[in-house]
T-cell receptor, first 113, second 112 residues
Framework: GAVVSQHPSRVICKSGTSVKIECRSLDFQATTMFWYRQFPKQSLMLMATSNEGSKATYEQGVEKDKFLINHASLTLSTLTVTSAHPEDSSFYIC?????????FGSGTRLTVV | GENVEQHPSTLSVQEGDSAVIKCTYSDSASNYFPWYKQELGKGPQLIIDIRSNVGEKKDQRIAVTLNKTAKHFSLHITETQPEDSAVYFCAATKAAGNKLTFGGGTRVLVKP
């Protein structure tokens, strides 16, 4: 089946720094990828839809200047959390569309200290 | 936009019993309904899905039913095992490539 690789799995950063999370489709090309944030014991909340070669579409209330998304190739999308603060600490998950449906990455636990 | 509600939020069953999780959706145009299992610290894994042109689908101990008229769909797990313990999410979308709308999740605990 389709595989989506997400790195890193865990990251701790200092407040005010930036963190980049990578999402790769390993065995298929993904023109569309999705980025979610999940707080403890809550559901997945869509942050943005990433389309290869074009600007991402952000959900209402998500700061596009803070959460930078780049989808430069058909197999790679990146999410950069800029000037991270403790309230950005969360579980970030990417997802990619293949011909069968939606495949999710393993998630990135971001802790901002 | 689409709104998906999921019940119950927690479910405790004895090993070997059945578990049923129910979801309702608001947008009658939705036509794809996947179910995901999420274990602690991991991303969601697709366990079964159903499209609007069928009413039921089975895969071993797992089945999903869809009632388009009532706009609800359900996940049925039979002969539950401790490894079925996880959080389960339902979702809905209008078409492939569109964003998924998730239910709130159900935390399932299977007691040995």
């Amino acid at each position: 089946g389709a595989v989506v690789s997400q790195h890193p799995s865990r990251v701790i950063c200092k407040s005010g720094t930036s963190v980049k999370i990578e999402c790769r489709s390993l065995d298929f090309q993904a023109t569309t990828m999705f980025w979610y944030r999940q707080f403890p014991k809550q559901s997945l909340m869509l942050m943005a839809t990433s389309n290869e070669g074009s600007k991402a579409t952000y959900e209402q209330g998500v700061e596009k200047d803070k959460f930078l998304i780049n989808h430069a190739s058909l197999t790679l999308s990146t999410l950069t959390v800029t000037s991270a603060h403790p309230e950005d600490s969360s579980f970030y998950i990417c997802s990619a569309m293949d011909k069968y449906g939606y495949t999710f990455g393993s998630g990135t636990r971001l802790t901002v200290v | 936009g689409e709104n998906v509600e999921q019940h119950p939020s927690t479910l405790s069953v004895q090993e070997g019993d059945s578990a049923v999780i129910k979801c309702t959706y608001s947008d009658s145009a939705s036509n794809y309904f996947p179910w995901y299992k999420q274990e602690l610290g991991k991303g969601p894994q697709l366990i079964i899905d159903i499209r609007s042109n069928v009413g039921e689908k089975k895969d071993q101990r797992i089945a999903v039913t869809l009632n388009k008229t009532a706009k609800h769909f359900s996940l049925h797990i039979t002969e539950t095992q401790p490894e079925d313990s996880a959080v389960y999410f339902c979702a809905a979308t209008k078409a492939a490539g569109n964003k998924l709308t998730f239910g709130g999740g159900t935390r399932v605990l299977v007691k040995p």
